[in-house]
């Protein structure tokens, strides 16, 4: 009787293991699709500049100053420029309604993609890069991509 439940048990542990181990994949999976769009600013009906726009502009509405600083990762920080700023300025004001003063950082970071936007005034920060965003999401995703991989056998 103890084999037996001794060897449910260990059954069930290794194929919780082999689902987690399937969960964590599709999430990997997922953040090699975010790099591949952040790299090439493209991927099937995505367009990194447009996700860029309303990362920075959800940041900007979480955030109640309007001296606000971008930091991007060294390959961004190239592509979204002070020739961009007047257009990423105008996107931001339609979707907050307030006058943001955007500038862009002398440094960089290191992450795959995103932005870091600071408040001056009030000294807060909203990270919003792909890894951040990634990480939030994971948990309430979680269920959900254990569902579609597993079916009923969670």
Known sequence: Q??????????RRK???????????????????LEEL?????????????????LIASASEVVAGNKL???FNQRDSKIFSKKMLGELTTFV???????????????????????????????VEVDNTLETKLNRL???????VAKILFGDRI
């Open 2 to 11: 103890r084999i037996i439940a001794e060897t449910k048990i260990d059954v």
């Open 15 to 33: 194929r919780m293991d082999a689902q987690e181990e399937a969960i964590a994949e599709s999430f990997e999976e997922a953040k090699k699709i």
């Open 38 to 54: 952040a790299e090439k600013g493209k991927r099937d009906n995505f367009v990194y500049k447009d996700i860029m726009f309303n």
């Open 69 to 71: 600083e971008l930091v």
């Open 93 to 123: 004001k339609d979707r907050t309604g307030r006058d943001a003063s955007l500038t862009l950082t002398d440094k960089t970071m290191q992450f795959l993609g995103g932005v870091v936007v600071r408040d001056l005034e009030k000294h």
């Open 138 to 144: 994971k948990e309430n995703l979680r269920v959900d």
